[in-house]
């Protein structure tokens, strides 16, 4: 079954690549490998799986009437717009944020480290028309908690990808995470989805 | 410890203020000589309460600017403090803030962020409003009211509303002082800063989340805290962020910090790479003077809790944009705040179309986004919050002893109480000066 897309952003005509396609399995350990790094606080190693030419974003989210859309700010051509939100980062910013996570020995914020843990699901892969590049959605799950909190706070995304295959394996060259949150309940700083 | 020409303290110290549960009065929650305020205010139901009455129920907060809401049936959510409000503009092009309460038995009449519509209908009994509020329809009117039944009685309540330079302030009181008077001094550097000039919004809102912390963590910080940005913000300075890295530890304590009483509003500008009797220190004090105020970037702080922010965004063809960012941070109860909600980024209106389409808030990589460094703050305040709980809160104290004294610089020409200089404890205890006063006034 091929699905219709109505999510935002996602390029229509794109041909399905189904989970029988040995690509597809690929593309899924791919994910699964980058959520295990970012949950050990493996932030460099995590920089790895990204290209130089990585746009890293993720906006805000409104609570709109459905005449108006999904919630997310668009140019009139119907692209997600992006620069404010959480996240709108390109391969210098992501690097510094992981020097903020790990580097600087008063982190105050970040030690004792927050314990994260997350989901990674609902994969769907497409092709493009760019040679050796894929789109890829997935549904994040994250929790994270410090302390004692005895309840982590959670948030869910939908993550929509371009992974490239490079000569050095797979590599996440875009990501626009939608979150379904409009309010987020603490500021999930510094942890990327 | 008194200092009689920073503030008047002994017009509030005759004031004793409400009296709280537990049988403290508020003048007990307060040490004038020694400049403490006990740590019980920062968490505090009771406290809180009162606030919503005292502090937020007669100031005027901003709400946004004209910009967002440019067509008429535009409206956007906002929150005056705990209180959701439709911000619309009516058919006859006026601004208007309207209650989200049907008058009629209660329930929300805007269930959207945002929008267009010239109606808006509630979802219990279909009573339609139209943007300035008015009630313009109601079903089965001629079989459920009398013939003389007058719908002007029962519109939207209306919120006080007043718009400066384009910037829209709101105000809960039904006899609110005139924006001007609440203002006061502030009103010279705010008709500076936003005078003179259109602005607009640019898009790409902010993104919004919950601090675990009471919104007095942060209007305190906002006071003129410069000394947490050492303790803080420490890693920045260790990645380089201020100065070089590793940078000597005086750096970024140098600031011009304007405390504007009675109105409890103040503004600072500071300079994270001066060293204090520093030859750079010199030149940066004589640019200061001789750049017209509004190309700087100061911080602007409105009591409670509005920033009308003025700053520089250099652009890739080397010359500086003026940017004014506008925000309120709303409370949600009292152990939360949302930071950045009601944040909007202004340009000047007749930045060329070209270079408007090409601007987001931040530019990628710009460091938009809940940055290290607001971590490093919404964990402190959190952290204050925590302990404020504590029943040994009530013994423990928020302390301001640094005293600075005022130092104008030579032929400073606005008003204010004006601290320049390595940043000291002056402008916050300015701050909790003017809290007591609005929490005892009668």
């Not at chain 2, 959701?84 to 038995?105: E, F, K, Q, Y």
């Not at chain 2, 919004?208 to 050492?230: I, P």
Request: aromatic share 10%; hydrophobic share 35%.
């Amino acid at each position: 079954m091929d699905t219709t897309t109505i999510e935002p952003g996602t390029r229509a005509g794109n041909t399905r690549i189904h989970n029988t396609d040995p690509r597809f399995a690929e593309i899924m350990e791919f994910l699964t490998d980058e959520a295990y790094l970012l949950d050990r606080d493996l932030y460099f190693d995590w920089l790895k799986c990204v290209t130089e030419d990585i746009a890293y974003d993720m906006p805000a989210r409104r609570n709109v009437y459905r005449e108006d859309g999904s919630g997310f700010e668009t140019t009139e051509g119907d692209e997600i717009e992006t620069g404010g939100g959480y996240y709108a980062e390109d391969y210098k910013s992501l690097h510094f944020r992981a020097r903020q996570n790990v580097e600087a020995p008063s982190s105050w914020y970040r030690d004792p480290a927050p314990r994260t843990h997350r989901i990674v699901s609902n994969l769907i892969v497409r092709s493009t028309p760019v040679e050796g590049e894929f789109s890829a959605e997935s549904s994040i799950l994250m929790f994270a908690n410090r302390f004692d909190q005895p309840v982590a706070d959670f948030i869910t995304a939908r993550r929509q990808d371009v992974i490239r295959r490079t000569k050095d394996g797979l590599r996440l060259a875009k990501r626009l995470i939608l979150v379904d949150q409009t309010l987020l309940a603490q500021p999930f700083g510094l942890l990327f989805l | 410890m008194l200092l009689k020409h920073d503030f008047d303290h002994a017009k509030l110290m005759r004031r004793d203020g409400p009296t709280l549960a537990d049988g403290t009065s508020f003048r007990e929650l307060f040490d004038f000589e020694k400049r403490e305020v006990s740590l019980r205010v920062m968490y505090d139901p009771e406290i809180h309460q009162l606030e919503l009455d005292r502090v937020f129920g007669r100031a005027w907060i901003v709400l946004g600017h004209e910009s967002e809401i440019p067509n008429p049936g535009d409206f956007e959510m906002r929150r005056l403090d705990e209180d959701p409000v439709i911000m619309t503009r009516a058919a006859d092009g006026s601004i208007n803030l309207l209650a989200n309460i049907c008058p009629h038995r209660g329930a929300e009449v805007c269930a959207a962020d945002h929008g267009n519509t010239t109606r808006f209908t509630c979802p219990y009994h279909a009573w339609v409003f139209d943007n300035s509020g008015k009630l313009v329809g109601v079903p089965f009117e001629r079989q459920m009211y009398p013939p003389n039944w007058d719908k002007s009685d029962y519109g939207l309540p209306r919120i006080a509303c007043t718009v400066r330079h384009g910037v829209i302030f709101g105000n809960l009181s039904d006899k609110p002082m005139s924006l001007e008077d609440y203002l006061g001094d502030m009103l010279w550097y705010f008709d500076a800063l936003y005078g003179g000039r259109e602005w607009t919004a640019i898009p790409n809102r902010a993104g919004r989340y919950l601090v675990n912390a009471n919104w007095k963590t942060t209007a305190d910080q906002n006071q003129g805290d410069f000394l947490h940005v050492v303790g803080a913000h420490r890693s920045s300075y260790e990645l380089g962020m201020f100065g070089a890295e590793g940078g000597g530890e005086e750096m970024g304590q140098y600031a011009m910090k304007i405390s504007l009483p009675p109105s409890g509003h103040m503004l600072s500008l500071f300079e994270p790479n001066a060293k204090p009797n520093s030859l750079q220190t010199q030149e940066m004090l004589k640019a200061r003077m001789s750049l017209p105020l509004d190309q700087r970037g100061w911080v602007v702080t409105i009591y409670p809790t509005s920033g009308c922010s003025a700053g520089m965004r250099p652009l890739p063809d080397g010359t500086m944009l003026m940017t004014r960012m506008l925000q309120s941070i709303i409370p949600y109860g009292v152990e939360h705040f949302d930071f950045s909600g009601q944040g909007v980024m202004l340009v000047p209106a007749d930045t060329p179309r070209e270079l408007m389409a090409s601007l987001r808030r931040s530019p990628r990589g710009g460091g938009t986004g809940v940055s290290g460094i607001a971590m490093e703050d919404n964990n402190v305040w959190r952290s204050i919050t925590t302990t404020a709980r504590t029943p040994y809160a009530k013994k423990a104290t928020l302390k301001y002893p640094a005293v600075g004294g005022p130092n104008k610089p030579e032929g400073w020409q606005g008003p204010g109480v004006i601290y320049d200089g390595f940043s000291h404890d002056d402008s916050q205890w300015h701050g909790w000066m003017h809290h007591y006063d609005v929490m005892t006034a009668g």
